[in-house]
């Protein structure tokens, strides 16, 4: 059942839309990042879930209950900001413990309390020491702790490790999602870095413009973006623009190409196909007509660790796959080569830029 | 600061001190004049003055009275235009300049115009803490700028949302959250309001009120070498008061404090 439901939410600031229109359910224990470029509108639905802003129109439930009128201060929600947020008067210790306070609970069961948290996010020893004098990584520790410390209905975080280095960024995330899979907490939480939304989260709902473009597992929102703008904002994804040819074909430029996806689409319909640069395979074309596959010339190798990016001129297309190192290097720059892909790992979307989130009927235009 | 002084600025530094220095020194010798020679016989007779000392504590309750009146005025209302209204930030600095730009003798006025009316009970139009709210005003643009800067130094807006997210009230929010915060400011504008009132002559005069500044007028018109006494135990005052500022705000956990850039 629902725990946490945003209903139709939508927002203006005066001339300026900010949610177009939001509706999204949680449910109980699980983990849900808003993901999107600023300015969609994601942490504008996270701040009207806090109540620190009202909703135009639209409801916050939680549990059944309606909170669109109730002030943050009795929400019950743990909110985790994306820095700054610490009490500066404050050591760790009172700052996990504010909420106690505020809760007219016990002393003992405070400390108790405090030290259990403390503990969890791996910060005992620093129980005495004041916001300037913890790295930015122990103070969103602190933080988390500090919003936890209330148990809260739900926990919210706001880009709350945007401010952190690379190094501590991974480690913090996975601890986040560690501590939220052990407590069983209904989180919501937003970032426009769409490796960190797929690395913790259940769901994942892709905004822009106010809007949920679409909304599943990461393995789903990777796998099978169901709009040109998921397919580019989430990982790299090579971009054909093609026509519909016969059952199953696709035609790019004067090549055709099998894909499976094409299927059932009017012939002729202008369409884009996506795909990931680990799909696309390359091999040496050392005459003409290399059939299903498009011909280029490697232009250049960008080293990117475990695996070379191979930029390829096809044309009126620039390509880009992911080889191994070793396979890169047998395809120096200046090589001819063909690129295709399996018939079935192709993508396609129609160039409507209609919104079609996946296993669902386009909703209607605006 | 590290950086070493040029001998130039030596000489600069040298008569930037000569010119607060001379007259300083010329006035303390002159208070120290008796007959012929040197004596303390002018302190004396301004220390044994019980006018001096009912009159320095009566400006020494009216700084009190107007800093706590500022402080319980100001703190909350700078805090709003920080947190809701930074669009009436223009407005409210340009009013904390007022005070600057209309005479004291102009405020007095329209005070007393104010208090004509009938509903303003006696015991405050008849005592000296009719000019409590004429102090106040004076004390706006101190009182805002110290305020004004230690809020910028904080995250007023996050602060006040991590608060309430856990729970905390306004009431709990201001006093638990934000006021720690912003002490060191509230504290630098209450001693700038305090020299301010220890000070302040022209209200107090032309409402007929007796206070410390009228009474170092007075002693000026009337005797000179106790005058000149007098200045120099306000001049050391204002110095105690200051050097007060500067002690509490290098305590360590709050934000410095500076007096007019001197830290």
Same mark, same amino acid.
């Given at each position: 059942?629902? +725990?946490?439901?945003?209903?139709?939410?939508?927002?203006?600031?005066? %001339?300026?839309?900010?949610?177009?229109?939001?509706?999204?359910?949680?449910? @109980?224990?699980?983990?849900?990042?808003?993901?999107?470029?600023?300015?969609?509108?994601?942490?504008?639905?996270?701040?009207?879930?806090?109540?620190?802003?009202?909703?135009?129109?639209?409801?916050?439930?939680?549990?059944?209950? %309606?909170?669109?009128?109730?002030?943050?201060?009795?929400?019950?929600? @743990?909110?985790?900001?994306?820095? +700054?947020?610490?009490?500066?008067?404050?050591?760790?210790? %009172?700052?996990?413990?504010?909420? #106690?306070?505020?809760?007219?609970?016990?002393?003992?069961?405070?400390?108790?309390?405090?030290?259990?948290?403390?503990?969890?996010? @791996? #910060?005992?020893?620093?129980?005495?020491? +004041?916001?300037?004098?913890?790295?930015?990584?122990?103070?969103?520790?602190?933080?988390?702790?500090?919003?936890?410390?209330?148990?809260?209905?739900?926990?919210?975080?706001?880009?709350?490790?945007?401010?952190?280095?690379?190094?501590?960024?991974?480690?913090?995330?996975?601890?986040?999602?560690?501590?939220?899979?052990?407590?069983?907490?209904?989180?919501?939480?937003?970032?426009?870095?769409?490796?960190?939304?797929?690395?913790?989260?259940?769901?994942?709902?892709?905004?822009?413009?106010?809007?949920?473009?679409?909304?599943?597992?990461?393995?789903?929102? +990777?796998?099978?973006?169901?709009?040109?703008?998921?397919?580019?904002?989430?990982?790299?994804?090579?971009?054909?623009?093609?026509?519909?040819?016969?059952?199953?074909?696709?035609?790019?430029?004067?090549?055709?190409?099998?894909?499976?996806?094409?299927?059932?689409?009017?012939?002729?319909?202008?369409?884009?196909?996506?795909?990931?640069?680990?799909?696309?395979?390359?091999?040496?074309?050392?005459?003409?007509?290399?059939?299903?596959?498009?011909?280029?010339?490697?232009?250049?190798?960008?080293?990117?660790?475990?695996?070379?990016?191979?930029?390829?001129?096809?044309?009126?297309?620039?390509?880009?796959?992911?080889?191994?190192?070793?396979?890169?290097?047998?395809?120096?720059?200046?090589?001819?080569?063909?690129? $295709?892909?399996?018939? %079935?790992?192709? $993508?396609?979307?129609?160039?409507?830029?209609?919104?079609?989130?996946?296993?669902?009927?386009?909703?209607?235009?605006? | 600061?590290?950086?070493?002084?040029?001998?130039?600025?030596?000489?600069? !530094?040298?008569?930037?001190?000569?010119?607060?220095?001379? &007259?300083?020194?010329?006035?303390?010798?002159?208070?120290?004049?008796?007959?012929?020679?040197?004596?303390?016989?002018?302190?004396?007779?301004?220390?044994?003055?019980?006018?001096?000392?009912?009159?320095?504590?009566?400006?020494?309750?009216?700084?009190?009275?107007?800093?706590?009146?500022?402080?319980?005025?100001?703190?909350?209302?700078?805090?709003?235009?920080?947190?809701?209204?930074?669009?009436?930030?223009?407005?409210?600095?340009?009013?904390?300049?007022?005070?600057?730009?209309? &005479?004291?003798?102009?405020?007095?006025?329209?005070?007393?115009?104010?208090?004509?009316?009938?509903?303003?009970?006696?015991?405050?139009?008849?005592?000296?803490?009719?000019?409590?709210?004429?102090?106040?005003?004076?004390?706006? &643009?101190?009182?805002?700028?110290?305020?004004?800067?230690?809020?910028?130094?904080?995250?007023?807006?996050?602060?006040?949302?991590?608060?309430?997210?856990?729970?905390?009230?306004?009431?709990?929010?201001? !006093?638990?959250?934000?006021?720690?915060?912003?002490?060191?400011?509230?504290?630098?504008?209450?001693?700038?309001?305090?020299?301010?009132?220890?000070?302040?002559?022209?209200?107090?005069?032309?409402?007929?009120?007796?206070?410390?500044?009228?009474?170092?007028?007075?002693?000026?018109?009337?005797?000179?070498? &106790?005058?000149?006494?007098?200045?120099?135990?306000?001049?050391?005052?204002?110095?105690?008061?200051?050097?007060?500022?500067?002690?509490?705000?290098?305590?360590?956990?709050?934000?410095?404090?500076?007096?007019?850039?001197?830290?």
């Amino acid at each position: 059942m629902a +725990y946490l439901e945003l209903q139709k939410l939508h927002k203006r600031f005066g %001339d300026f839309t900010a949610i177009e229109e939001i509706d999204v359910a949680l449910e @109980g224990g699980e983990f849900l990042s808003f993901l999107g470029p600023s300015g969609c509108g994601k942490t504008t639905a996270l701040r009207i879930v806090a109540g620190f802003e009202r909703p135009t129109s639209g409801r916050i439930v939680v549990a059944g209950t %309606d909170l669109t009128n109730v002030p943050p201060n009795q929400r019950d929600m @743990g909110m985790v900001f994306q820095a +700054y947020s610490l009490f500066p008067n404050m050591n760790a210790e %009172d700052n996990i413990e504010f909420g #106690l306070r505020v809760r007219r609970r016990s002393g003992a069961e405070r400390r108790k309390r405090v030290d259990e948290l403390l503990e969890l996010v @791996g #910060l005992s020893a620093a129980a005495k020491r +004041y916001p300037h004098q913890l790295s930015g990584g122990m103070q969103q520790r602190v933080a988390l702790a500090r919003a936890l410390a209330i148990e809260p209905r739900v926990l919210l975080l706001d880009e709350p490790l945007s401010a952190l280095d690379a190094k501590v960024r991974v480690q913090l995330r996975e601890e986040i999602r560690r501590l939220q899979t052990q407590l069983g907490i209904t989180t919501l939480y937003v970032t426009h870095d769409q490796e960190e939304a797929l690395s913790v989260s259940d769901r994942v709902a892709v905004l822009s413009h106010g809007r949920i473009e679409q909304i599943g597992s990461p393995g789903d929102i +990777y796998n099978a973006p169901g709009t040109p703008f998921v397919a580019e904002f989430i990982g790299t994804m090579n971009r054909l623009e093609a026509t519909v040819g016969d059952e199953g074909e696709v035609q790019v430029g004067g090549t055709l190409l099998p894909v499976a996806d094409a299927r059932g689409l009017p012939r002729g319909e202008r369409v884009l196909v996506l795909v990931r640069p680990e799909i696309l395979a390359l091999e040496r074309a050392d005459g003409a007509g290399a059939s299903g596959a498009l011909l280029g010339e490697v232009v250049a190798h960008i080293f990117l660790g475990a695996i070379t990016r191979v930029k390829v001129d096809a044309g009126e297309h620039e390509l880009s796959a992911d080889l191994p190192g070793a396979r890169a290097a047998e395809l120096p720059v200046g090589s001819r080569v063909a690129a $295709r892909f399996p018939a %079935d790992a192709g $993508r396609v979307l129609a160039l409507s830029e209609q919104p079609r989130a996946s296993g669902e009927p386009a909703p209607a235009g605006p | 600061m590290t950086r070493r002084i040029p001998r130039s600025g030596w000489v600069w !530094l040298a008569i930037g001190a000569a010119y607060f220095f001379i &007259p300083l020194a010329a006035t303390a010798e002159f208070s120290l004049e008796e007959g012929s020679g040197y004596g303390f016989s002018s302190y004396r007779q301004i220390l044994d003055d019980p006018q001096f000392r009912d009159l320095l504590w009566t400006s020494f309750k009216l700084a009190l009275g107007t800093i706590v009146v500022s402080l319980i005025i100001f703190i909350p209302t700078v805090y709003w235009v920080h947190l809701r209204l930074p669009r009436l930030r223009p407005l409210v600095e340009f009013l904390s300049v007022l005070p600057f730009v209309v &005479p004291p003798i102009v405020l007095v006025v329209g005070l007393l115009y104010v208090y004509s009316v009938n509903w303003v009970p006696g015991w405050f139009v008849e005592s000296t803490r009719f000019l409590v709210p004429g102090y106040v005003v004076l004390s706006f &643009p101190f009182m805002f700028r110290a305020l004004d800067v230690s809020y910028r130094s904080i995250d007023v807006h996050t602060l006040t949302e991590a608060a309430q997210s856990l729970g905390a009230g306004w009431g709990r929010t201001l !006093l638990k959250v934000i006021l720690p915060n912003i002490a060191a400011g509230a504290l630098s504008g209450s001693f700038l309001t305090f020299a301010l009132v220890m000070g302040e002559f022209t209200m107090a005069h032309i409402a007929l009120f007796n206070t410390f500044p009228t009474y170092i007028a007075y002693i000026g018109q009337t005797q000179a070498n &106790p005058a000149a006494a007098l200045t120099i135990i306000s001049f050391g005052l204002t110095w105690l008061a200051l050097l007060g500022i500067l002690f509490v705000g290098r305590r360590p956990g709050r934000g410095a404090v500076s007096v007019g850039g001197a830290r």
